[in-house]
């Protein structure tokens, strides 16, 4: 069965410092006319960085439109067509100050497919090293390790709401449960 939507038009309603939004006129499979909504954005990474004592790298930071202080891995907006590694590396360094010797890619992830095309790429860091953090000017943070388990729980419990964040959690934990995370000064 086809299931692709074809794109007949295209009108831009909105060009922003960090999405654009457009309504696209698309064929159905079934040859129907109908409308999409969609937000652009360039993607961003995030980077759970594991510790020696089995402690994920976290902050916590104000969201805006959720109104509250939410708990989740290190992550920032990709520049258009930077490498996510690169982004991540930047990222890790700029909230946390800490740097890895390695980095393990986790796949990717669609926040909100319906209606965004943004792409989140996810990493595991080990062999981490610490220096002063240097966040962005606009960015207020407060840095903390949290053990693996305890994160999982809080996932559990709905206490950690940011889906790249729970969903690089669980597949960290999914790895240990596995015997398929590697020791620390492992190669990756």
């Known amino acids: 069965m086809n299931l692709t939507e074809e794109t007949v038009a295209q009108e831009y309603k909105y060009k ?3 999405i654009n939004l457009r309504v696209d006129d698309i064929r159905l499979p079934n040859g129907n006319p109908a409308k999409r909504e969609v937000v652009e954005h360039p993607g961003g990474v995030c980077v759970a960085a594991l510790t020696d004592n089995m402690e ?12 509250e202080v939410v708990l989740e891995v290190p992550a920032g907006k990709r520049e258009k067509g930077e490498d996510p590694l690169i982004c991540g590396k930047r990222e890790l360094k700029e909230e946390t100050g800490a740097t890895a010797a390695h980095y393990r890619f986790m796949g990717e992830l669609y926040p909100s497919p319906g209606y965004c095309g943004e792409i989140i790429y996810l990493y ?5 090293t610490f220096a002063d953090m240097d966040p962005d000017e606009d960015e207020f943070l407060e840095p903390e390790r949290i053990p693996l388990q305890t994160l999982v729980e809080m996932v559990l419990k709905g206490e950690i709401k940011d889906a790249k964040t729970q ?12 015997g398929r995370l590697p020791a620390a000064g492992a190669e990756e």
């Open 124 to 128: 595991l860091a080990t062999d981490l």
């Open 16 to 18: 922003g410092r960090i």
């Open 56 to 67: 994920i790298l976290m902050v916590r930071q104000f969201r805006y439109p959720y109104g």
């Open 167 to 178: 969903a690089l959690i669980l597949k960290i934990e999914a790895l240990r449960a596995s």
